[in-house]
Nanobody, 115 residues
Framework: QVQLVESGGGLVQAGGSLRLSCTASGGIGGIYSMGWYRRAPGKQREMVAV???????NYKDSVKGRFTISRDNAKNTVDLQMNSLKPEDTAVYYC?????????WGQGTQVTVSS
């Protein structure tokens, strides 16, 4: 069973940058996509960025040009580089992975952007 551990969240001023990292373990050979999602206070969880096998990526419209998702197969990690952060990016960010076993989720990491 895939297990995910996130790191890299924190507090940053608007316009700043943060890099989130997610490390996968257990059943990683079957992973065919990994991504980052977020849940802001009072809102539903939403997709931020997804990486799929073959290297294709998708981004939420509001983060295009600011966020970059990258996958390192050798390290079994997926990172999210977040630049030009805005207060509306404040949320708990979750790493997710899809495999034939189903979806796995990390515990979440808080990102807070102050104005």
């Amino acid at each position: 069973q895939v297990q995910l551990v996130e790191s890299g969240g924190g507090l940053v001023q608007a316009g700043g940058s943060l890099r989130l990292s997610c490390t996968a373990s257990g059943g990683i050979g079957g992973i065919y996509s990994m991504g980052w999602y977020r849940r802001a206070p009072g809102k539903q969880r939403e997709m931020v960025a997804v990486w799929r096998g073959g290297g294709s990526t998708n981004y939420k419209d509001s983060v295009k040009g600011r966020f970059t998702i990258s996958r390192d197969n050798a390290k079994n990690t997926v990172d999210l580089q977040m630049n030009s952060l805005k207060p509306e990016d404040t949320a708990v960010y979750y790493c997710a992975a899809s495999s034939p076993e189903g979806a796995a989720w990390g515990q979440g990491t808080q990102v807070t952007v102050s104005s």
